[in-house]
């Protein structure tokens, strides 16, 4: 079908497709011109874009294979937030809040958090030492929250190689003013709301298959710690401790 066929097909027709061709969630990111002009005729929110300028060269023991097949399912969430957004609005402007909508609302914070989890892991990711400094607040706030950077380590990297696929966060907690580690299984399941996410590891096994195969979780966690960037790790604590205004409910 040419470009001007596609083009004329009924918007819905073409979200539709957009659609089908978006599952499952693993698929790379493949967006016909039509379907992204419809996801564009729609869409009243906010058109989120692949952040570029986070994707990592040059790791120390993951590969560039690994990053390049990892960052196409990134792109795959990011093209999928933009076209449930854009289905969802044309449905919203129909007056149409039956199964579809609702279904669709429901997986909404699969992609979301497929998107957002993903530009942080990505976005501490660097090649060369960049080390976390004795004075850093980050060393601090660790050395307050559970002793020290080496029993904060000791978790997380034991939390990393527990069965099943997810993620390992380290949150800043708001309220308490302390990090706390935690395991989400899929992308918007068990997050603490109102924690900031500083550090993000990714522990889904299309994150290591490549280099290490499907016992090499923890040859992976080494490599994932030997490339954080944690002077960008302490920028983004900075960024959590300015911004987060925690507030107790009450009257
Ligand atoms: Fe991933």
Request: glycine share 10%; proline share 4%; charged share 25%.
């Amino acid at each position: 079908m040419t470009k001007k066929e596609e083009e004329m097909k009924p918007l819905e027709a073409r979200l539709d497709e957009a659609l089908e061709e978006s599952f499952p969630a693993s698929d790379s990111a493949r967006v016909t011109s039509g379907v992204q002009n419809a996801v564009e005729e729609v869409c009243m929110h906010y058109k989120y874009q692949v952040r570029t300028e986070l994707r990592p060269k040059g790791l120390s023991g993951i590969s560039e294979s690994q990053i390049t097949q990892h960052w196409s399912l990134y792109e795959g969430y990011v093209k999928n937030v933009n076209l449930f957004n854009g289905k969802l609005a044309a449905l919203s402007e129909k007056g149409d809040f039956g199964v579809e909508f609702a279904e669709l609302k429901r997986h909404l914070g699969f992609e979301y958090d497929g998107m957002i989890l993903h530009e942080h892991y990505f976005g501490i990711l660097k090649a060369g030492e960049m080390p976390l400094g004795e004075n850093a607040k980050l060393t601090k706030l660790l050395k307050k929250s559970f002793g020290g950077y080496g029993k904060w380590l000791e978790e997380f990297y034991v939390m990393g190689k527990m069965r099943g696929v997810g993620w390992v966060i380290l949150y800043y907690d708001p309220r308490a003013q302390v990090l706390t580690n935690h395991w989400i299984g899929l992308h918007e399941g068990g997050h603490p709301s109102g924690f900031v996410p500083i550090l993000v590891m990714d522990v889904w096994e299309h994150a290591y298959m490549v280099d290490a195969g499907v016992a090499g979780r923890p040859a992976y966690i080494d490599a994932f710690l030997k490339n954080v960037d944690w002077p960008k790790v302490e920028q983004v604590l900075g960024f959590a401790t300015q911004e987060s205004q925690w507030q107790e409910i009450g009257k």
